[in-house]
């Protein structure tokens, strides 16, 4: 069924308090949302986003992402592509339901955590395993998304609040929907550009560095004849800042098929 409704808010209270998107305690200062910011695509990511991710033991909740838990739940699993990753949440939880995944994100310092998280899920799994071993099914890269090429295509491609000062959106997210594959998804989870956190710094958002449905399904070309586009929407949140402050944010959620 097409869920096609953009501008629409579809509130789907998740229990949880923030989500990797935007997690209990961790401003949005941290994640690089900062009042005024531009994007500065000379800065160095990598260095950049080591210095944040080092700034706190743990940046995000550790949960998967619940607009991907939602969209990808009922999917074959296959080869999944999981661009800015992060700690590695959304990576294991694909990898736990029988996704082979490849994980990119530039920051070494999320990775060495993804990869330490992963190893614990494994240790988990493999107290119930038959023959008590569980392989890996999850390749972690490190690379810089301004320049990088998958060289495959993907089953699934999953990109979540892939947010940065130091990256401009479009050509990362157009990187996204070509890996994937005929017959494969694509899925696209952002902060809401009007329902931001309001401890970041309300109304001073750098803009560019979000979109509406409208705007991403206009740059990927999904209304185009490539392309059925499964769901276009925004979906309500509520999150606790880093202060125990309740707010209720907003995700844009945009899914498509590409046509076999
Ligand atoms: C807001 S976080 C989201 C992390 C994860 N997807 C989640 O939802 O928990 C954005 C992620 O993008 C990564 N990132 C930022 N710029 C990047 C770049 N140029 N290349 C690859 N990853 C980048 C950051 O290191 C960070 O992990």
Redesign the pocket.
């Known amino acids: 069924m097409s869920e096609h409704a953009a501008h629409q808010h579809d509130t789907q209270h998740d229990t949880r308090d923030g989500?990797?998107?935007l997690?209990d305690g961790t401003s949005a200062e941290a994640?690089?949302?900062h009042s005024g910011a531009t994007i500065h695509s000379g800065a160095d990511?990598?260095a950049?986003?080591d210095e944040?991710?080092r700034s706190k033991p743990q940046?995000?909740?550790g949960k998967p992402?619940p607009q991907l838990v939602r969209e990808a739940g009922g999917l074959r699993p296959g080869k999944a592509l999981?661009?800015?990753?992060?700690?590695g949440?959304?990576a294991i939880w694909l990898a736990q339901q029988g996704w082979t995944v490849t994980a990119?994100?530039?920051?070494a310092v999320?990775l060495d955590r993804a990869r330490s998280h992963e190893k614990a899920a494994l240790a988990r799994e493999a107290v119930h395993a038959a023959d008590g071993a569980i392989a890996s099914r999850i390749t972690w890269q490190q690379?810089?998304?301004?320049q990088?090429q998958p060289g495959a295509s993907f089953d699934l491609v999953s990109?979540?609040?892939?947010?940065?000062q130091?990256?401009a959106w479009q050509g990362?997210l157009r990187t996204a929907a070509a890996a994937v594959k005929p017959g494969g998804t694509l899925l696209v989870?952002g902060h809401h550009p009007d329902r931001l956190p309001p401890w970041g710094g309300a109304g001073h958002h750098h803009r560019e560095m979000f979109y509406t449905g409208d705007e991403l399904v206009q740059e990927l070309g999904l209304e185009g004849p490539e392309w059925q586009l499964e769901v276009q929407t925004s979906r309500e949140r509520p999150v606790t800042g880093p202060e125990g402050q309740h707010a209720t944010i907003a995700d844009v959620v945009v899914r498509a098929t590409r046509l076999p």
């Open positions: 989500g990797p998107g997690p994640a690089g949302i990511p990598a950049t986003w944040r991710y940046m995000w909740s992402n999981d661009l800015g990753c992060g700690e949440a959304d990119v994100d530039v920051s999320a690379a810089d998304l301004e990088w990109t979540q609040f892939l947010h940065s130091e990256l990362p989870v």
